[in-house]
Structures are given as structure tokens and as C-alpha cells.
Nanobody, 115 residues
């Protein structure tokens, strides 16, 4: 089992920046990828960006160089650095950890982009 604890959400103005954190605990040695998804009201959960242990990163088009997901493997932590935020980035952001045959999710953290 893997547990994911997120932090860092909140309210930010358009054009601003925010950094989310996700710390993994438990059977972390089996994790082969970590990243972030988001879900806006009335919409399905969608991929933001995810990074494999081999350094391969997959992201959605809306990221367009605005977001990055640095990882601190020593702390089993993945971050989501979000810059140039837009109102349409408003959503609940979920941390995700993948291991063979299983997906784990954090509880979600709200990000609101509004003036």
C-alpha cells in the first residue's frame, strides 16, 4: 500500500504561481511513476503531468510549458510547479502514484484561480 499526502492548494490570481506537494509513504519502493491529475466541476478527471522513474514525462497540451513536476526521490515527494495560471486551471488537483497493477490517489487539493 502507498499513501499520498498533498498540500499547497489555495487561491491565486490569474498569472500567478502556485506549488503543490505530494509526499508518498508506505511501500514506496514499488512506485514506478508519480504525477498529477485534476478535476474541474462537472468535468472528468484529466491528466496534468506525470513522470516515470526512468525520466519520461507525459503531460496534457494545456500545460504548454507552464507546469513542471520536479521530484525529490530522497523524500519520496513530487511537486507541481504551476506558473502563468489561468481561471480555467481552477480544479481539484490529485496526486497519483503508479505501481504495477495499482494506482494510488491523494485526497485532492483545491486550486482556485480568480481575481
Amino acid at each position: 500500500q502507498v499513501q499520498l499526502l498533498e498540500s499547497g492548494g489555495g487561491l491565486v490570481q490569474p498569472g500567478g504561481s502556485l506549488r503543490l506537494s505530494c509526499a508518498a509513504s508506505g511501500f514506496v519502493v514499488s512506485i514506478n511513476a508519480m504525477g498529477w491529475y485534476r478535476q474541474a466541476p462537472g468535468k472528468e478527471r484529466e491528466l496534468v503531468e506525470i513522470s516515470s522513474n526512468g525520466g519520461i514525462t507525459t503531460y496534457s497540451d494545456f500545460v504548454k510549458g507552464r507546469f513542471t513536476i520536479p521530484r525529490d526521490n530522497a523524500k519520496n515527494t513530487v511537486y507541481l510547479q504551476m506558473n502563468s495560471l489561468k481561471p480555467e486551471d481552477t480544479a481539484v488537483y490529485f496526486c497519483n502514484a503508479h505501481q504495477a497493477g495499482s494506482n494510488y490517489w491523494g485526497q485532492g487539493t483545491q486550486v482556485t484561480v480568480s481575481s
